[in-house]
């Protein structure tokens, strides 16, 4: 059982160039997440999709665009990246919304770093 | 202002000995309290989940308790094993928004033989 995959694992960008950060769950989960992981501060939510065809806002969604192509992917997508994006990003998935307590898979996390 | 505060920051010790890690949280509406373990590398797992009715719930050597009156929680890890050795997470979740599931920082433990 996979659960959910990220790719790539780690990215080196140029200050300015673009990537998208790749993410599919087999669990058939509705609602799907991304984060961010810095260090000494907790995981913020980038935005999220409660369903297949929607998308919302979380806490710190500038320079971020989502893309959810169906119901097992999810993409982030940075169009311009800056020094201040370097982290480390998860992607999750949920059966029910996070905030009801359904217990949310991550990927392994993907580390990006600007320069 | 929604935070979730966890102490202590880091903690080292030995294989066999107890710990117990702790959560203050000023979520509201408080809806439910988790406690992830995020290995080095990899993405967190839930440990277990406490609603508003609930006091203690245990999970093997894993034992999480919850006072909603003074908005605690604290992880007791008992007989510690090497690979003990992670991140533990307390995510708290409110009865509204998305916006509204707070990770905290997490404790780093480090279990040394």
């Known amino acids: 059982n996979a659960g959910v995959t990220q790719t790539p694992k780690f990215q080196v960008l140029k200050t300015g160039q673009s990537m998208t950060l790749q993410c599919a769950q087999d669990?058939?989960?509705?609602?799907m997440y991304w984060y961010r992981q810095d260090p000494g501060m907790g995981l913020r939510l980038i935005y999220y999709?409660?369903?297949?065809?929607?998308?919302d806002k979380g806490e710190v969604p500038n320079g971020y665009n989502v893309s959810r192509l169906n119901k097992r992917e999810f993409s982030l997508r940075l169009e311009s990246a800056a020094p201040s994006q370097t982290s480390v990003y998860f992607c999750?998935?949920?059966?029910?919304?996070?905030?009801?307590?359904?217990?949310?898979?991550f990927g392994q996390g993907t580390r990006l770093t600007v320069v | 202002k929604n935070q979730v505060e966890q102490s202590p920051q880091s903690l080292i010790i030995l294989e066999g000995k107890n710990c117990t890690l702790q959560?203050?949280?000023?979520?509201?509406?408080?809806?439910?309290l988790r406690w992830y373990k995020q290995d080095t590398g990899r993405g967190p797992v839930s440990l277990t989940i406490?609603?508003?009715?609930?006091n203690t719930k245990s999970n093997g050597r894993y034992t999480a308790t919850l006072d909603a009156d003074t908005k605690q929680s604290s992880l007791h890890i008992t007989a510690s094993q090497l690979s003990d050795s992670a991140s533990y997470i307390c995510?708290?979740?409110?009865?509204?928004?998305?916006?509204?599931?707070?990770f905290g920082p997490g404790t780093s433990l480090s279990v040394i033989p």
């Open positions: 406490m609603t508003f009715s609930e």
């Open positions: 999750a998935s949920s059966e029910q919304p996070h905030r009801l307590g359904t217990e949310a898979f």
């Open positions: 959560c203050n949280y000023t979520v509201s509406p408080f809806s439910n």
């Open positions: 999709s409660a369903s297949e065809g929607t998308t």
């Open positions: 995510v708290v979740s409110a009865r509204t928004s998305y916006d509204k599931v707070i």
């Open positions: 669990m058939n989960h509705n609602s």
